[in-house]
């Protein structure tokens, strides 16, 4: 990977340090670089020519941690914590230590989850195309439809505007 492509405001020195500092996980400033390389890179393949699927499973955690408190709000960190489950599911879990969410999606949310997805199928629209009217990301379309990800009332309320869906039954 050039890192040059996605740290371009930094000259020749700085871009060698980078590179190192991006291979020492224990580093002080790797969540910062890692978080700068996230937020400008969305091509898995090129992040997993730097570093294994297994180092990222052990990293993103400390990535996570920290971009949440540099960046409230982040599409992309929302992109690779899709990303981060995506490879955890494909490892069983990533060695042995299990980083899965534990429990089942609690029921109203898939029942929430169905109604949304079947409505805006009807409507003739992609998940993509939903995110982009609802303000979101689409991997945050697809947990919501999967009832994986629980959402506030106004992004709820929101999601029925967009779909026009007047009344959700909530009873069996």
Partial sequence: M???????????????????????PKHILFAKRMVTLLSRCDQPKELFSLISKKEFIEIWPKIRSYWV??????????????????????SGGGGGKSKKPKGKPSTLFIKIGRLIRDVRIRKGLSQKELAIKAGMKQPDISKIEEGKKNITTTTLARLCSILDIKKIELQP
């Fill in 2 to 24: 050039k890192v040059a492509k996605y740290f371009w405001d930094l000259n020749e020195n700085a871009l060698k340090e980078t590179l190192k500092i991006l291979k020492n």
């Fill in 69 to 90: 408190k540099v960046a409230r709000e982040s599409d992309f960190r929302d992109w690779w914590e899709t990303i981060y489950e995506q490879i955890l599911e494909e």
